[in-house]
């Protein structure tokens, strides 16, 4: 057992993130485990680029009200205490409405190459619009 010092909070970076989003690392795939975690902050309107995960992605809301939205078009609106399953391949983006801020847990298991997200292009305002109800 062993204790893991809060780690700093970054700015994500803008080629994958839109608006004011910042990550706080939790945890990195140490082998044999694959699990990573990091609390994600979003402003309103900030939001993901269009991505998928190898192995999948859960999302737990901690604070908030925010959005996942698939290239169906299919929206989830998630509030605190919701928890949300994007599966393996599933092109989606998620973050906070376009008038509340959300924060979440990002958990993924990773590929033993990294983390396994694959990054697509940015969601645009019309894209992100067309998710608020």
């Not at 699990?35 to 900030?46: D, K, Q």
């Not at 698939?70 to 989830?76: E, L, S, W, Y």
């Not at 393996?88 to 509340?100: A, C, F, I």
């Not at 298991?109 to 998710?131: K, S």
Request: contains cysteine; charged residues 20%; negative net charge.
């Amino acid at each position: 057992m062993r204790l893991i010092p809060v780690q700093d909070a970054a700015k994500a970076p803008e080629t994958n993130f839109t608006g004011d989003v910042h990550l706080t690392p939790i945890k990195q795939a140490q082998p044999p485990s694959r699990l990573v975690v990091a609390l994600v902050r979003f402003t309103p309107g900030a939001r993901t680029n269009w991505h998928s995960h190898a192995n999948g992605q859960t999302l737990h809301v901690t604070e908030g009200v925010g959005l996942v939205v698939n290239r169906d078009g299919q929206v989830i609106r998630m509030r605190a205490g919701d928890t949300v399953w994007t599966p393996p391949g599933e092109e989606h983006w998620h973050g906070g409405t376009d008038s509340t801020m959300l924060c979440h847990l990002a958990m993924v298991e990773g590929t033993g190459d990294g983390d396994g997200t694959t990054w697509l292009e940015a969601v645009t305002d019309e894209q992100y619009a067309d998710a608020q109800f």
